[in-house]
């Protein structure tokens, strides 16, 4: 049995609550796509986790593994597994010998060409989170990659640093013009060093015998009767295929990104079941359309302050301010089209209690038409007026007492609003968060029971 967990959004849904708690009742977690661009809080009972790299259900014992659609920064990896024994936890992380290995110099360029995009004042820069991720991925796509198992044999690693960083360098120096000597940059380009390093980093994979052939260990596992959880990073709309493209991540957050990410079968996936999560409002970091925003005038910037505040809307890898805007329907159709959902769970309806006003948008109108779902270019998105239907609201509610007394202790209008979103998408509500910890989440379903 496989229970994946995709966002249906942008990023930012709250997966981590979910799948620490459904993580429980699993075996194994897999991470299969994406790398420490990935921001998960996970709470547990009082304490606060902050993950960008270790799948969440380490926090709970279970065993997590990188597969190999990550892209893996190991000193990320190192310091988050040391922070979480020093704290007490034994997380077992296991990582696929065909993941690839974010390199320092994948970090300098993807600033350069940030801050090359930002420059030349087109406003085609993505935002991204600066961890190296699209250079990664562009250097597996142009099989000059380096994978996690080539750490395990340094004459391999040497040959490949020696094929790979003379064209790094060439492409800082020669295309964006900059001067790296006296650069504390320069590091990330000299071949010896970098051999040295990711050489010890090997030896300490090896050591602690992390490094898995992750399709076959998957398999075995399964063999062996038990159950994985499949964990999404980011969300639908910033997916490589299926996002909004350019302001996207490098990799495939949806369903598919979980059968390719880590070589289990499609079939695997599909008989599992495959929950999207969904924040019961919008945010966005970086750049990018977002229809239903809530920066029209000061009222409307007032409101997202308001929720943004409540709803700790600040990136958890880059502390950013989040943008916020209304719950988009066409959005989370094509979700959950795309990856196929039989559930979802609404996240943060608690931020919402409270509310003078409660929007929700049903479609776009776009020259003169109404669509229900998302254009494919950002230009025509761009140019898209959302249509809203006006829910009733509610007030705020005491989050820990509805968890405990489950779905009918909501307010009347929350499982209203919870309803209407479930009709319009043809997809039942698994679960329904009212509060940061995994405690506060009222459970319908248990998709491990389905
Ligand atoms: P990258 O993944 O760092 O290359 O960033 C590409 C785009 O994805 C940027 O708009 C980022 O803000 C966004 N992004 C990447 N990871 C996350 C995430 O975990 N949550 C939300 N947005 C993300």
Known sequence: MTLTIVGSQLGDEGKGALVDRWGGDADV????????????????????????????????????????????????????????????????????????????????????????????????????????????YEDKAGRRGVRVADLLAPDVLREKLEYAVPQKRALVEDVY?????????????????????????????????????????????????DRILFEGAQGTHIDIDHGNYPFVTSSNPTAGGAVVGSGVGVTTVGDGEVVGIVKAYLSRVGSGPLPTELDGDAEEEALADEIREKGGEFGTVTGRPRRIGWLDLPMLRHA???????????????????????????????????????????????????????????????????AEDGYDALPEAARGYLEFVADEIDTPVYAVGVGPDREETVELTNPFDE
Not at 197 to 223: H, K, P, Q, W
Not at 352 to 381: M, N, Q
Request: with cysteine.
């Open 29 to 136: 977690v897999v991470r299969y796509q994406g790398g420490d661009n990935a921001g998960h809080t996970v709470v547990e009972g009082g304490a606060e986790y902050k993950l960008s790299l270790v799948p969440s259900g380490a926090v709970r014992g279970t065993v997590g593994i990188l597969g190999n659609g990550c892209v893996v920064n190991p000193r990320t990896l190192f310091t988050e597994i040391d922070d979480l024994r020093e704290r007490g936890l034994d997380p077992d992380v296991r990582v696929a010998r065909r993941a690839h290995v974010i390199m320092p110099y994948h970090r300098v360029l993807d600033g350069i060409e940030e801050e090359v995009k930002a420059d030349d004042d087109a406003g085609d820069e993505v935002g991204t989170t600066g961890r190296g991720i699209g250079p990664t």
């Open 177 to 225: 013009g900059l001067d790296l000597t006296d650069d504390d940059r320069a590091e990330a380009f000299d071949v010896d060093a970098l051999h040295e390093e990711f050489t010890r980093i090997g030896e300490r994979l090896a050591d602690e015998e992390m490094t898995v052939n992750c399709s076959d260990y998957l398999y075995r596992r399964r063999e062996a009767g």
């Open 336 to 402: 959950a089209r795309v990856s196929g959902f039989t559930g979802v769970a609404v996240n943060h309806v608690d931020v919402l209690a409270g509310l003078d006003e409660l929007k929700v948008c049903t479609g776009y109108e776009l020259d003169g038409e109404e669509i229900d779902t998302v254009p494919t270019t950002t230009e025509r998105w761009e140019r898209c007026e959302p249509v809203f239907e006006t829910l009733d609201t509610w007030d705020e509610f005491d989050s820990a007492a509805v």
